[in-house]
């Protein structure tokens, strides 16, 4: 649940609530008296499972509280690493030192922990020798040297043969 959905004070608008407080113990009762507490300790009433009969509220510091929900926010967002597709195309008469050039490009992008789709881009008759496509991406596959795992093997799309690798994760 957000935090914006939490009612707070005089928005909670039920006559009886479940008050939890800091030491664990709980106690039903009005709403009113629940504020009475929570305004003697100069404290905000805070509705946390209102969803619950009678709806469970705690004493506490609301400003406080939702600042430390937003830092633990921020800090799973930092700890998430964005996956990027990075694409390398070829075609299926590609000379060797092209290969070896773009060989070594999806072994950099493997390394930064990147995706790689490795696309061979069929024109014209040569779609009738879809064999040759294959025949590059599996060289490809030889040359990059295990460092990786294919989430798609090589299939057909149209005019394009594709398979994607992802970088082996390290544990």
Do not use: C, W
Not at 54 to 68: L, R, T
Request: charged share 40%; hydrophobic share 35%; net charge positive.
């Amino acid at each position: 649940m957000a935090d914006k959905d939490l009612r707070i004070n005089e928005q909670i608008r039920v006559r009886e609530v479940r008050l939890i407080r800091d030491e664990g113990e709980q106690q039903v009762l009005s709403t009113v008296e629940a504020l009475e507490i929570a305004r003697e300790q100069a404290l905000d009433l805070v509705e946390v499972a209102p969803q619950a009969n009678p709806p469970v509220v705690k004493i506490m510091d609301y400003g406080k509280y939702k600042f430390e929900n937003e830092k633990k926010i921020r800090d799973s967002k930092k700890k998430q690493k964005l996956l990027k597709l990075k694409e390398i195309r070829m075609q299926p008469k590609i000379d060797e030192h092209d290969l070896d050039f773009k060989s070594k490009h999806v072994r950099e992008f493997l390394a930064e922990g990147n995706k790689v789709k490795v696309t061979v881009r069929f024109r014209g008759r040569e779609l009738a020798h879809t064999e040759l496509g294959l025949d590059v991406l599996k060289d490809v596959l030889q040359r990059i040297e295990g460092d990786y795992v294919m989430d798609k093997p090589p299939a057909m799309e149209g005019r394009f043969m594709s398979m994607v690798l992802s970088p082996k994760t390290k544990k």
